[in-house]
């Protein structure tokens, strides 16, 4: 487990050279730890260490963890069925993977029955990969002003990506970089439920270049936790 505190103090040490870099602090950048196939034991070692965020990809995850955790802010960071938002609208502080008006009307639904306002992002899939989810760069303002338009209980904070998965990670600096250009266009919306705030980029191979191309939230899981035995898009 000691292995969870000094990764972890590397990768908020890679955060804030990344940050000053772009002429940000640290403390700019949010820190989502991904706990993906992770035991309690391990998440609680990290949430010891000043992990404040966990991000997880599957909602069963989050209902098996969930208890033995110890408080902290839960992210939605997966793709998400409709069939499953009623197990963890309660329960995660962000969904950050709404990719269609039919995920977001559940949500809506959702949140509404619970009494709530459920913070989202939406998805981007900046390079149009079939074995991606998010809605194409062209198609995200429709998304944004669909969900504005029929969904009361959702509040959109900004965006998500997850870049092709490439050997060197200056490869998909552009892709970051077109993502950050809509964030900051759809920021100027005036809507009392869209609140932009973060802009969800970057992953243990590629959260440096992430955050030098805008990014202010990072979802890391192999960097602080270890490698897994097989690959992982969202971590």
Same mark, same amino acid.
């Given at each position: ?51 404040t ?74 390079? @149009? &990969?079939? $074995? /991606? ?5 062209? *198609?995200? %303002?429709? =998304?944004? #002003? ?34 950050k250009?809509?964030? @900051? &266009?759809? $920021? /100027? ?5 869209? *609140?932009? %705030?973060? =802009?969800? #980029?970057g ?33």
């Amino acid at each position: 487990m000691e292995d969870i505190r000094a990764n972890l103090e590397a990768v908020h040490g890679r955060i804030s050279q990344a940050a000053s870099k772009a002429g940000r602090a640290e403390e700019d950048v949010l820190l989502v730890a991904v706990s993906k196939t992770r035991t309690p034991e391990e998440i609680n070692t990290a949430i010891d260490a000043g992990v404040t965020d966990i991000g997880e990809n599957k909602v069963q995850e989050i209902m098996d963890k969930y208890e033995a955790v110890k408080p902290v802010k839960w992210h939605m960071i997966g793709h998400l069925q409709t069939n499953k938002v009623k197990y963890i609208i309660d329960k995660v502080c962000l969904i950050h993977s709404v990719d269609s008006l039919k995920l977001a009307k559940e949500i809506n639904k959702r949140a509404a029955s619970h009494g709530i306002v459920m913070d989202i992002l939406v998805q981007i899939n900046p390079a @149009d &990969e079939e $074995s /991606k989810f998010g809605v194409s760069l062209s *198609d995200t %303002k429709e =998304l944004i #002003m669909e969900i504005l338009e029929n969904c009361e209980n959702i509040r959109i904070r900004g965006l998500m990506s997850v870049a092709p998965a490439v050997e060197d990670p200056e490869d998909v600096r552009g892709y970051f970089e077109e993502v950050k250009a809509q964030y @900051d &266009e759809f $920021s /100027k919306i005036e809507h009392e439920r869209i *609140d932009f %705030k973060y =802009l969800s #980029m970057g992953m243990s191979h590629d959260f440096e270049v992430a955050i030098e191309a805008g990014s202010n939230l990072v979802r890391v899981g192999s960097a602080i936790f270890g490698a897994r035995d097989y690959g992982n898009l969202e971590g």
